[in-house]
Structures are given as C-alpha cells and as structure tokens.
C-alpha cells in the first residue's frame, strides 16, 4: 500500500500554461509515451483546456459546485462528483459561474488501457475492500486505511489524498471518495 499525500506534490503547470495539476500515479509505456495517468488540477479560471490526443480522458469536479465543460461545440455542466469521459485531444474549454475548482483526471491511451471511475459514500460501519489495480482517492471528508497484513499499521486519509498499490486493504470513513480501475486493454 502506498499513500500519496496529493496537494503535498510538486505542482506542475498545463501544458497551455492556464493552470496547474498535481499528478497521483503515471504509467509510462517503454517507449516514454505515455500510458496512463491521474492528476489533481486546479481549475481557477475559465477557458480552453489542453488537448491530449490519442488518450480518453474522465473529468471530475472534486471540489467546487459547477463546472460547464464545452467538448467539441457540446455543452455539459458538470455537478460535484458527477465524471464526465470524453475524447481527450477534443477541443474543450470551461466556465465556472460558482468560482474555482479542483478536478481529478484519469488519462489513458485507449489502444492499451481502459479506465472506469465512480465516485462512492464512505461508511465507518461497511468496509471497502480494494484490489490490485485500484487506485482511490477522498474527494471529502476522511477516511481510515487498513492493511489486512498483520504487521501492517493502519492510515488516515484527508480530502485528496491516494491510495495506491491497495491489494488486500480496506477502507472505512465518513464522505466521498472516487475509486479508480485501469486496466489492460
């Protein structure tokens, strides 16, 4: 299990120069292209998006209210929590009528990844058990992770933190957290 502390990292600016991200977990094919990855963006004022072509790409408001997302001349408002999966060398730009926000990205080359992402409510009563291949991220609220391991010490989770190489570990707390499968195609 390892525990990415996310607004704790390094941020780096869009590769338009509008804004700044935060990555969570890349995978890189053997030839430097990339393969996947998962990103934490702050989004502090409208305007176009970068383009990655050849990769899908899941949008998700993490934080703030709304989010109006124009892909390729189609208009989405996008409400807190709720993913949007769209075509990632799209031309798309974005308004926010309610002020900034934070949008966790999940990128993937679509002829050797495939990605899915729902976003859940926690609960202290039912644990979620995760699996090799999971990564999981708190929108809000915290949460507490165990290691079935019995030598494994248990982690507290705050809002944007991550969970990754999860195998055998289960999750309990109180809010909302985004739970990310990437899978070979």
Known sequence: MRLVHTLETKPQPWRNGAGQTRDIAVESHDDGAPGWRVSLA??????????????????????????????????????????????????????????????????????????????????????LRLSAGHILVLLKGQAS????????EAATMSPFDAVLDAEDCAVTGRGFAALISIMAA
């Open 145 to 152: 992770i165990e290691a079935q391991a019995p030598t494994a």
């Open 42 to 127: 702050d989004v502090e004022r409208g305007g176009p998006f970068s383009e990655f072509p050849g990769m899908q790409r899941i949008f998700t408001l993490a934080s703030g209210e709304l989010a109006l997302l124009t892909v390729d001349g189609q208009e989405h408002a996008l409400e807190r929590f709720r993913p949007l999966r769209f075509d990632g060398g799209a031309k798309t730009t974005c308004a926010l009528p309610t002020g900034a926000v934070k949008a966790l990205n999940v990128f993937t080359d679509p002829e050797r990844y495939a990605a899915g992402l729902i976003v859940f409510e926690l609960s202290r009563k039912q644990r």
